[in-house]
């Protein structure tokens, strides 16, 4: 009967931990810097990318830090007295990250290639664009100050477009199969999940 006793503490402690306890190590991740020439580079939108792709890879507690005004407010609230204080967010409980994540755009362009080919009343060809995106990414030891992750990835995808156009007196007709959306943003979640299995192959500690 102890036996069994013993057994479903160790099962329920067990699945405790499982709930409450997290051994990832804490990351912080600051915003991605754009160092291409291109001031409109959205490297906000790829520090996003990254923080997103990062929480579902489950490699780290991610802690928040680019929205801590936010937290501050909700304890600013908390103080005033018009919250339940049982609930109001408590002063100095934020926890301190034990890595920081930093980046950089380093490229993020596409290059075009062929195009439509002229014949003599009819005209037939393939364009095709392929971009690249390069993210140079560090993370750092918050306590020794060593970098624990130093790479640049690049990531690419490509575009075809194949079509027909038909050349007649006083105007021009053409049609193509397909589109170039978002090519830019496929190759930039390619880099990005890059990244996210060579971290997924790093050993961390807490």
């Known amino acids: 009967m102890k036996k069994n006793l013993l057994s479903v503490i160790v099962i329920l402690l067990v699945l405790v931990c499982a709930v409450t306890c997290d051994a990832r190590p804490r990351l912080a991740i600051r915003p991605f810097a754009n160092k291409t020439t291109n001031p409109n580079i959205p490297a906000d939108a790829i520090t996003d990318m990254m923080t997103t792709e990062l929480n579902k890879a489950r490699i780290f507690s991610l802690m928040e830090r680019e929205r801590l005004d936010y937290i501050g407010e909700e304890i600013r609230l908390g103080q005033s007295g018009l919250m339940d204080p049982s609930t109001a967010p408590r002063v100095g409980k934020i926890k301190g990250a034990q890595y920081t994540m930093t980046g950089a755009v380093t490229v993020y362009h596409f290059n075009k290639s062929g195009g439509i080919a002229a014949v003599p009343g009819l005209a037939g060809g393939a364009a095709a664009k392929t971009a690249y995106v390069v993210i140079d990414l560090r993370i750092v030891n918050n306590e020794t100050g060593e970098v624990e992750y130093a790479e640049v990835r690049q990531g690419s995808a490509k575009r075809e477009a194949a079509g027909m156009a038909a050349a007649f007196p ?16 496929s190759a930039t979640r390619d880099a990005v999940m890059q990244h996210v299995r060579a971290l997924q192959e790093y050993t961390w500690y807490e």
């Open 170 to 185: 006083g105007f021009f007709v053409a049609g193509g199969s397909r589109s170039y959306g978002g090519i830019l943003a």
